[in-house]
């Protein structure tokens, strides 16, 4: 079966001036599809397999190439537009003909040369084009549970909500905003922990680790910035959130349990001005 959108390896079952004709060797389909000659390999013949990649020409006919694709079927990428057009915008894509974004699938002001995560899909009319639109292509059924360690792809960021990632490019994930501390941005790659499957089974993240191990890498950090300020930051417990939030990416209230540890340890001394090394 021939495959639109795929990488997949072909049999050369006749030759051509123009190229060879594919088809597959396992599931023989109606029409072939040509490999032009320019991309036939020097020692290929019939009977052969190819790997190739399937899609249209500018004709709208189906036909292989031998070049790598930035992104296939069911994937996400971020290309670069080329061109843009009152009906949408053409991506790199890697090659000759470049890839479709229709106007109604991007969800943000698209600017030529600028990059765009997007997802490809195959439409109505059996073409390849790409969408900006990511969260309905995405699974809820992901095999992970709480405590999993996952990675993924920022394709959303609301601030009323959070984080919307692409675990493993498949699965629909999110980073609540009492999570996030950094700034992030869309495209950004991250590791997090799985902290909730939701009855819907989407993914609810953290980009911290468990609290144990968390409180101690948030210690050292503390005391890395106190040594930057001469052993002095003018924080304690009643700093606003925003405070601590803005000066060393995290919630207050993982900041007062690494301080706390760090005074037990009688490493600082908490005062009424903020906290300073011993």
């Not at 020409?57 to 190439?65: E, F, G, P």
């Not at 195959?122 to 790409?130: M, T």
């Not at 992970?144 to 919307?164: E, H, L, N, P, R």
Request: neutral net charge; proline residues 3%; hydrophobic residues 35%.
């Amino acid at each position: 079966m021939i495959e639109l959108g795929k990488i997949q390896n072909l049999e050369i079952v006749r030759e051509s001036s123009i190229g060879v004709y594919l088809n597959s060797k396992t599931e023989k389909s109606e029409n072939e599809i040509l490999l032009p000659q320019k991309e036939v390999p020097d020692d290929a013949k019939v009977g052969d397999e190819i790997e190739v990649f399937v899609y249209r020409d500018s004709k709208d006919r189906l036909i292989a190439t031998t070049s790598k694709p930035k992104i296939t079927l069911g994937e996400m990428a971020s290309l670069k537009v080329v061109q843009d057009t009152n009906i949408g915008s053409f991506l790199d894509w890697g090659l000759e003909k470049d890839l479709f974004l229709p106007f109604t699938e991007q969800i943000t002001e698209v600017k030529e040369g600028k990059e765009y995560l997007v997802y490809l899909y195959v439409d109505k009319s059996d073409r390849l084009c790409a969408t900006m639109k990511i969260y309905r292509n995405l699974s809820s059924e992901s095999p992970y549970k709480k405590g999993d360690i996952v990675k993924g792809t920022i394709y959303s960021i609301k601030d009323d909500i959070g984080a919307f990632v692409a675990v493993d490019n498949k699965y629909q994930g999110l980073i609540p905003k009492s999570e996030l501390f950094e700034k992030h941005r869309c495209k950004d790659e991250v590791e997090a922990r799985v902290v909730k499957v939701r009855e819907d089974g989407k993914l609810d993240l953290s980009l911290r680790q468990k609290i144990y191990k968390q409180m101690n890498t948030d210690a050292e950090y503390i005391l890395e910035e106190m040594k930057k300020e001469n052993g002095f930051l003018p924080l304690n417990d009643n700093s606003k959130s925003e405070e601590i939030k803005e000066r060393l990416s995290m919630s207050k209230n993982a900041f007062k349990r690494a301080i706390g540890r760090l005074f037990k340890e009688r490493i600082i001394e908490i005062t009424e001005k903020g906290i300073k090394i011993l």
